[in-house]
């Protein structure tokens, strides 16, 4: 091996699942589960958190899903509230790594969530360009997992050999396309990646 691709939300970023549904719940959404479930809100909003669509977009498309008079600050809020802390310790392990392996970053991700993230890096006296060689955004790019393109677009892009890169997804349907390209793809448990880490490298 001498490639690790790592996911952003839920393996290098914490989610606050709790918090999260409490949000989705104020504005009138069940839990993100529930969210899922039913394809009138899926739509949008899995457009709009891959970063897919514009938020003036979302906000006609998932209206009718919220309850009365909430303001479109507060749909936006309720994406928003699941996004949670980069821990330290998890950015100076994924270093570590860089001296070994290229590493590089794979997200579906929308604008407000990539300013997050570069906040929680701040916070931690650090930049994602400490710990990645690239990082390969959705919003960006204007494709996202588990399309099998976005996966090649960075082989393209990086000249990287899939069976020679590990990528690290908590995401099931990412894990399964990967996999179906050659790469060595581990599902990891949310906000758990050390323990996958430890156990590979």
């Known amino acids: 091996m001498n490639a690790i691709i790592f996911d952003l939300v839920g393996v290098v970023m914490n989610l606050n699942i709790e ?17 899922l479930a039913n394809e009138g809100i899926r739509k949008p909003m899995e457009a709009y958190l891959n970063g897919l ?21 507060e749909i936006l809020w309720s994406m928003d509230a699941v996004l949670d802390d980069i821990p330290r310790e998890r950015i100076e392990k994924i270093i570590r790594l860089k001296e070994k392996y290229r590493i590089f970053l794979l997200s579906n991700l929308y604008d407000t969530a990539w300013e997050h993230t570069l906040r929680e890096f701040a916070r931690a006296g650090y930049s994602p360009s400490d710990c990645f060689e690239r990082v390969f ?65």
């Open 19 to 35: 918090r999260d549904t409490a949000a989705l719940h104020s504005v009138g959404l069940p839990d993100y589960v529930g969210c």
């Open 53 to 73: 669509i514009p938020e003036n977009e979302f906000l006609v498309g998932i209206r009718p899903f919220c309850r009365e008079k909430v303001t479109d600050s």
């Open 137 to 201: 955004l959705s919003q960006k790019l204007g494709m996202a997992k588990p399309d099998p393109r976005i996966f090649l677009h960075v082989v393209e892009e990086t000249g990287i050999e899939p069976s020679e890169t590990f990528f690290f997804d908590d995401t099931k349907a990412n894990v399964e396309s990967a996999n179906a390209l050659g790469f060595r793809s581990v599902l990891v448990p949310m906000n758990r990646v050390e323990e996958v880490l430890a156990e590979i490298f």
